[in-house]
C-alpha cells in the first residue's frame, strides 16, 4: 500500500510539473509566426503567390511595430541585402521589385517610425546578426509574455533570455534544444509580475555560417 501511495505521489508531481510548462502551440502570436515562415519559405523558392499570401496574412494577424525593443550593441549593422518581415516588403518582392533589398534599411526604418497601432497588435521588428556573433536586444513587460524569432532563409539561431527587476527578480529563459546548431526559428512563453516593470533582455546567436536577419514576435 505505501509502494502504490508513493508511486501515486510520484505521478501527481509530474502531472503538476507538466501543467507549469507553457504549451507553446496555443501561443497568442501563433499566427504571426506562421506568416513569417511562410514569407520566408515563399521568398526562398520565389513564389510570388505565396509571398502575398504571406503579406495578408500578416496584416490580417493585426501587427504592429515592437518600436520599444532597444538594441544593446555598440553598434547596429545593416539589413540592407536582408530580408525585412513586413508586408510591404513583401508586396515588392511579389511584385517582381528585388531592389527593395538594397533600400532594406530605409523600409525597415519607415515602418517603425509608423509606430505599433493602438488595438493590441502582436509586435514584430525585424533584426540582424552576423555570422557565428550573437546581438542583444532589450524591452520592458509585464505578466504573460509571449515571445519568438524567425531567421530568414538559411539562418539558424539560438534564444537567450534574462528578466530583471528592481525587486531581486533574475530569471533565465534559455533555449535548450539544439543551441549550439541552432535551428530556424525559435518560441517561447513565460509569466512575468504583472505588478510591476520587467526588463527583459532578447540576445539572439547566429549559429550560421552566414549573415542573416530575423523577426522578433512579441504578445
Given at each position: 500500500m505505501k509502494k502504490i501511495t508513493v508511486i501515486l505521489t510520484c505521478v501527481l508531481f509530474a502531472l503538476h510539473l507538466s501543467a507549469q510548462e507553457p504549451?507553446?502551440?496555443?501561443?497568442?502570436?501563433?499566427?504571426?509566426?506562421?506568416?513569417?515562415?511562410?514569407?520566408?519559405?515563399?521568398?526562398?523558392?520565389?513564389?510570388?503567390?505565396?509571398?502575398?499570401?504571406?503579406?495578408?496574412?500578416?496584416?490580417?494577424?493585426?501587427i504592429g511595430s515592437f518600436s520599444s525593443l532597444r538594441c544593446k550593441d555598440d553598434s547596429i549593422a545593416s539589413l540592407n541585402g536582408h530580408l525585412v518581415f513586413d508586408p510591404a516588403f513583401a508586396?515588392?518582392?511579389?511584385?517582381?521589385?528585388?531592389?527593395?533589398?538594397?533600400?532594406?534599411?530605409?523600409?525597415?526604418?519607415?515602418?517603425?517610425?509608423?509606430?505599433?497601432?493602438?488595438?493590441?497588435?502582436?509586435?514584430?521588428?525585424?533584426?540582424f546578426v552576423q555570422a557565428g556573433k550573437s546581438t542583444k536586444w532589450s524591452f520592458a513587460s509585464r505578466g504573460h509574455q509571449e515571445l519568438a524569432v524567425v531567421a530568414e532563409a538559411g539562418g539558424l539561431v539560438t534564444m537567450k533570455i534574462h528578466v530583471t527587476n528592481n525587486a531581486g527578480l533574475d530569471l533565465r529563459f534559455d533555449d535548450t534544444k539544439s543551441v549550439k546548431k541552432g535551428l530556424p526559428q525559435r518560441k517561447t512563453s513565460f509569466e512575468l509580475p504583472s505588478d510591476r516593470r520587467n526588463s527583459v533582455e532578447l540576445e539572439v546567436v547566429n549559429c550560421g555560417k552566414k549573415d542573416c536577419s530575423f523577426v522578433v514576435i512579441s504578445n
Open positions: 504549451v507553446q502551440d496555443s501561443l497568442k502570436i501563433q499566427a504571426v509566426i506562421d506568416a513569417c515562415i511562410a514569407m520566408r519559405d515563399a521568398v526562398a523558392i520565389g513564389d510570388s503567390a505565396a509571398i502575398r499570401q504571406s503579406a495578408l496574412d500578416l496584416e490580417s494577424a493585426g508586396d515588392s518582392l511579389a511584385s517582381g521589385n528585388t531592389s527593395v533589398y538594397s533600400n532594406a534599411d530605409n523600409m525597415n526604418r519607415t515602418r517603425t517610425h509608423r509606430g505599433q497601432t493602438a488595438d493590441g497588435s502582436y509586435l514584430t521588428k525585424t533584426c
